[in-house]
């Protein structure tokens, strides 16, 4: 349990009467692919949204790394290593491919605006890196072709491919993708779960993502948190959560439910 | 004879005082649209405020000067840090806020500051303007940028020109002025520091999840703006030997986004291009000559206006991106 690179516990988010999180605990394993999966509603979104400091919880600890980061901006967040994408992809449109990737390497001294004028050499040492680590990047993904294109000119599913490799280019140490199968045609989305995989074993990369396919859930997560009304309800290797009762009833609208809403 | 409908006397064209008058107007507004370019333009912040930095700036320079006897070369970077502080103070509250509300804030906050000029009567002369101390020492904000104008006059005098015009020294610096600024902010809008900006333009979001502080980008570009404005704000109180609220209406900052939006969003090359077509066509229609019955001097004022607005509803029709704007980042930008 303490070895757990990301830790969720307790956490709340109430959006006036509504419990969109309602004491959320599982922890994600370092260079583990987690998969974080439930029914509509059931919460998972907000909660990567509280994680990830773009939304500032009621309540809760949220350890990453050995630090709490609850209620941290989302920038300090990701300066720590934990990146993530967006359900609906953010891509920005009227900058270049190239521009988005170089973007997203750190230790850039020329994003500090001083550094423009007392160390410009260094700013172009830099700058001529990350272009390299870029193109690389841009290589993995088949996307070196359209490199100097805008990114708004891409399809649905290059975008998510320029998301994930973006977002690869921060180096994080834990990666939240929210939806990355949705909207991609299946032989790209079997090349971005071959990424996953390989940057699991190559660079030691932690994965969290949010899945409504549970042919990929069961085929490609080592672990499974599920969520249901805000709450987990169950947690764990693929094979127990899939006969886990408590799972099958949130999906099918279990007796629990249905007495609940006659009530 | 019948006079034709729609003239204009073409005299006034000839004369050097109406292009430099024109010269020095167009700079003034190039640099307060250059700060607005780096705001809009590449950081996505609707700066509407721009008239409000010009005032700090250029009252904070003459009070400096006036009433607190500091040089009028000490005044001008002290009334610049004094102008970011305010920025900053003003931008740490209102960068929070949505783009549309920050366009609004930004507005309610020029006329708060002209408001304050028009009322604050010891400091700032109120509707009387200010220009020189009432005693008679004859301590004026301009004295000291006189002395160095007519050197330079007497030094045109002696060389090239023979009869140079009273405002052709502050033709120069302006334009001096205008350039290094464009050279300066094309500079740093391509770096690493300007893709950060951009960034935070397309999507706010997205920046964050990247690691990078958007409000601090945000503040460092209103930071800029901030300082061009208040750079415009001394030059037109060279100008015009006195400084009025009048002068910094909202008007001011409505021209300044024509200007802009004539040169092209998210280039700085096209500022200055759109400012000396705006100004020179706001300025040569001054020159219409139309029969006084119907069109009395205070219809071609109006008329002054329309003919402007309609040059930029042509453009917008014909040439959206503006002269020099690329049209895919504005086709993308949504």
Known sequence: MNDGLLRVDGVYQRFGGIRAVNGATFDVAPQSITALIGPNGAGKTTLFNVVTGFYKGDSGVVRFDGDNVFRKSPNAIANRGMVRTFQITKALAAMPVIDNMMLAAPDQPGERFVNLFIRPAAVRSREKEVREEAMEMLEVFNLTKLSDSYAGTLSGGQRKLLELARALMAKPKLLLLDEPMAGINPTLGKRLLDHMQRLRKEEGVTFLFIEHDMEVVMNHADKVVVMAEGKVIASGDPENVRNDKKVIDAYLGGEAHETKAKT | ?334
């Not at chain 2, 291009?273 to 705006?278: H, Q, R, Y």
């Open chain 2, 1 to 334: 004879m019948i006079d034709p409908l729609l003239a204009v006397s073409f005299e006034a064209f000839t004369q050097p005082g109406f292009w430099i008058g024109v010269g020095v107007i167009a700079g003034i507004y190039t640099l307060l649209a250059l700060g607005l370019q780096l705001n809009v333009g590449f950081t996505g912040i609707v700066n509407f405020g721009q008239a409000a930095f010009m005032a700090v700036g250029a009252y904070t320079m003459a009070i400096l000067v006036i009433k607190a006897g500091f040089s009028f070369w000490l005044a001008l970077p002290a009334s610049v840090l004094i102008t970011i502080g305010f920025g900053m103070i003003v931008g740490l509250p209102a960068l929070r806020l949505r783009a549309d509300y920050f366009a609004i804030a930004t507005i309610a906050l020029a006329e708060v500051v002209r408001l304050t000029a028009q009322n604050a009567r010891d400091l700032t002369g109120g509707n009387q303007g200010l220009s020189c101390s009432d005693d008679d020492a004859g301590l004026c904000y301009f004295n000291e940028w006189r002395d160095v104008s007519d050197s330079i006059n007497s030094f045109i005098e002696s060389t090239i020109w023979s009869d140079p015009e009273q405002l052709f020294p502050l033709l120069l610096v302006t334009w001096a002025v205008v350039l290094i600024a464009t050279v300066g902010l094309t500079y740093v809008t391509n770096t690493p520091w300007g893709r950060v900006l951009r960034a935070v333009r397309e999507d706010e979001d997205a920046a964050l999840a990247l690691g990078k502080n958007a409000l601090r980008y945000k503040l460092q570009s209103l930071a800029i703006s901030a300082t061009l404005g208040a750079i415009g704000g001394f030059f037109f109180a060279l100008n015009l030997a006195a400084i009025y609220p009048v002068n910094f209406e909202p008007q001011v900052t409505f021209f300044a986004f024509s200007v802009l939006i004539l040169g092209g969003l998210a280039n700085y090359k096209g500022v200055a291009f759109g400012a000396v077509l705006f100004w020179f066509v706001l300025e040569g229609t001054r020159f219409l000559d139309l029969p006084d019955p119907p069109f009395t001097e205070t219809r071609i004022a109006a008329l002054r206006l329309a003919i402007t607005g309609m040059l930029l509803i042509l453009l917008m029709a014909f040439r959206p991106q503006g002269l020099f704007g690329k049209k895919e980042e504005m086709v993308l930008g949504e």
